[in-house]
């Protein structure tokens, strides 16, 4: 009888976050003004983050001990759980075998408060009041609700309008873990006005949120901003997932010949792959690393690597990554954490070193994959996460195929509690095949005149 799951206790909660940055050999190319567009420093952020977060925004340093608060907060829903997927392998008649890394079991239902708890513990000895975020699907929302609920700060977000509507018991939980939320774009903030202005059915983008949401940080020296994808530091703090599977998949007895993530802005897929791609760095593993992105949404697989902005308006500092434009408005498809126009720049120059993968899926193959996933495996997937499990059976279906009994990864990031529109829209065939068109994305690169990077 094979072991369906593979727990660990809570001493073994890692006690680093792991900084991918030290084992690259070609490092990120710096960030520039928005305005100058030379490279900035440091010190550029510190009206939008607190101190110790800029320093490992731009740290080098290969492991960064995480403090004891936050380790502590952890243990609330952490170590996370690792499953064999024996039912799922069974229901594609695999040989492949199938497990998946857990993170729906923490209060806000995805990976997002591993660095919601610490982003919320350093601004608190920071001594900010408030703190203002954007969310898409409104799992970062939570996140960060949740996490200054327990540092005792307020918070404010920008919740994208599509997404406030078509899940509104994501606002109610913010709301009860004492947030303020509003649908964006608002007339609370210029940016928001601007976007009204040219578009008042504008059904609002992650990227207009960010806007908003700087904002208001920028004009208030009480509070801060906090992002819940992208960056270098929020990637890192997600590696506390992925140094838990190396130990998980160990006790297993096994190790991933392919690990699979869904990609937003990078930050679920980097908690689960990075620990991964670290022995391959380092001890000459080969282990393929797979970003799994919406056909409607494909900055990985479809975009161009340039300098571009992370929000809509331009505020924010020039970053190097995956683009399809900042004016891109992706589709409204249900996977609202993954409608965003950029990646994030670690992930990116990886990807540019061809160091991991990306693949492209559509919406109908993907809750066909959640559907299958339910049925066998019982917990119900976040939209975003069944592009993971949609690429797993591709994957799976390829093993099968060529008789190869290869060993697959899947980052189960969060549930679909909060998304039961998204299945009831599917199973009533209200959802239809999208991919985005090779001229829309032309046309939103015509628009860029960022720099180019050779
Ligand atoms: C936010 C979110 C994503 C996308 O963001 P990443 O930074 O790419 O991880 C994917 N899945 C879930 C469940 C999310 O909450």
Redesign the pocket.
Known sequence: MKNRKIILNEEEIPTHWYNIVADMANKPLPPLHPGTREPIGPEALAPLFPMELIKQEVSAEKWIEIPEQVRDTYKIWRPTPMYRATALEAALDTPAKIYYKYEGVSPAG???PNTAVAQAYYNKQEGVKRITTET??G??GSALSFACNIFDIECEVYMVKISYHQKPYRKTLMNTWGAEVFASPTNRTEAGKKILAEDPDSPGSLGIAISEAIERAASDEHTKYAL???LNH?LMHQTVIGQEAVKQMDKAGDLPDIVI?????????A?ISFPFLRMNLEEGKNIRCIASEPSSCPKLTRGVFRYDFGDTVGMTPLLPMYTLGHNFVPAPIHAG??RYHGA?VVVSQLLKDNLIEAVAHDQLECFEAGILFTKTEGIVP?P??THAIATAIREANRCKEEGKAETILIHL??HGYFDLKAYDDYLSGKLHKHEVTKEAIEASLAKLDTPIIE
Do not use: D, I, M, R
């Open positions: 995805s990976h997002k898409g699907a799992q970062w819940g994808s992208v929020v993530a869904p990609f937003g802005g990078g930050s679920n897929f908690g954490g993954l994030g976040a975003e996460t990031c969060g």
